[in-house]
């Protein structure tokens, strides 16, 4: 069965993208301000993988929104064939001006993550916290800037198939940091018990 719209799918890859940088951030958390050691980020083989599996999940997911989005604004802007430019809708302009900054920090940390490594470490515990919170505004807005489309007087895209209903959009809102920090809960036991196995 396929979506009901290509904004669904969208919608979903970017639930999907908060969800691995959760568990990213989660690790991170562990480490950073839990341990207080950020280079357990390193040194731990369990919080090791998953940081960095979970990371590059949610960086690929990342620029799979990220694609759509600059696509979806450059047809706002220009033709409006497909995204209305709805400049004076209040979902709209939190959802997409602030994404320009939050492109500036993924991208930033991205860049260090594979290219300075040892500047990252550095600056771990404020980019990591920043690069969450910048996941999480970005699927908050999105989510309830697609729900808002789903119903009248703004009816845009088709109602979900797979994304919950309309009336429970906050609970949909809630699930990707509510698994991920599910998914979380053995990596930190396992990672636990690497440190005492040492």
């Known amino acids: 069965m396929p979506v009901s719209s290509t904004a669904e799918y969208n919608t979903?890859?970017?639930m999907l993208g908060a969800l691995c940088?959760?568990?990213?951030?989660?690790?991170?958390?562990?480490?950073?301000?839990?341990?207080?050691?950020?280079f357990l980020i390193k040194k731990n083989e369990v919080l090791f993988r998953s940081h960095r599996a979970f990371g590059g999940f949610a960086?690929?997911?990342y620029l799979l929104g990220l694609f759509a989005g600059?696509?979806?604004?450059i047809d706002a802007i220009t033709k409006q064939e497909v995204v209305p430019f709805e400049i004076d809708n209040l979902s709209f302009n939190f959802h997409t001006w602030p994404s320009f900054l939050i492109a500036i920090i993924i991208l930033y940390k991205t860049f260090l993550s594979y290219f300075d490594k040892q500047k990252i470490?550095?600056?771990a515990k404020w980019l990591g916290s920043a690069t969450f919170l910048a996941w999480a505004y970005?699927?908050?807005?999105a989510a309830?800037?697609?729900y808002e489309r789903t119903v009248f007087p703004n009816l845009q895209h088709e109602p979900p198939i797979y994304l919950?209903?309309?009336n429970v959009y906050w609970i949909q809102i809630l699930l990707p940091f509510i698994f991920g920090g599910i998914i979380s809960i053995p990596i930190l036991l396992k990672a636990k018990k690497f440190d005492k196995g040492k």
């Open 12 to 14: 979903i890859i970017t």
């Open 21 to 38: 940088a959760t568990v990213q951030a989660i690790t991170g958390i562990y480490a950073a301000y839990v341990k207080k050691k950020v």
């Open 59 to 61: 960086t690929m997911l």
């Open 70 to 73: 600059v696509t979806g604004f």
């Open 121 to 123: 470490y550095k600056q």
């Open 138 to 141: 970005t699927w908050i807005t």
């Open 144 to 146: 309830i800037s697609y």
């Open 164 to 166: 919950l209903p309309y």
